[in-house]
């Protein structure tokens, strides 16, 4: 079983920074793709940024020159440094990984999020 955990949120300023951090845990053979989605109260969830093994990071238009996806294969660790940040992405920011685990069986698990909440 894949675990993945967030941590890194928390209560920022407007034009505040935020880096966020997902430990990603479990018998994996490979991780194909890791992303950030997040949820505001009452809306859908969206997608922030994905970044495919051995490929360029994507982002949402809304992230594009403030966020940046980021991973350290040694740590099995992703992060969403976020700058600039707005009241808007008030959100739950949840990570998603994708991959294979060490029995060559199809992973595609979830975190628990955590809260980012920008408020001056």
């Known amino acids: 079983q894949v675990q993945l955990v967030e941590s890194g949120g928390g209560l920022v300023q407007p034009g505040g920074s935020l880096r966020l951090s997902c430990a990603i845990s479990g018998e994996i053979f490979s991780i194909s793709f890791t992303s950030w989605y997040r949820q505001a109260p009452g809306k859908e969830r969206e997608l922030v940024a994905i970044?495919?093994?051995?490929?360029?990071?994507t982002y949402a238009d809304f992230a594009k020159d403030r966020f940046t996806i980021s991973r350290d294969n040694t740590k099995n660790t992703v992060y969403l440094q976020m700058t600039n940040l707005k009241p808007e992405d008030t959100a739950l920011y949840s990570c998603?990984?994708?991959?294979?685990?060490?029995?060559?069986?199809?992973?595609?698990?979830w975190g628990q999020g955590t809260q980012v909440t920008v408020s001056s």
């Open positions: 998603n990984a994708a991959g294979a685990t060490a029995s060559w069986k199809g992973f595609n698990s």
């Open positions: 970044l495919p093994r051995g490929g360029s990071e």
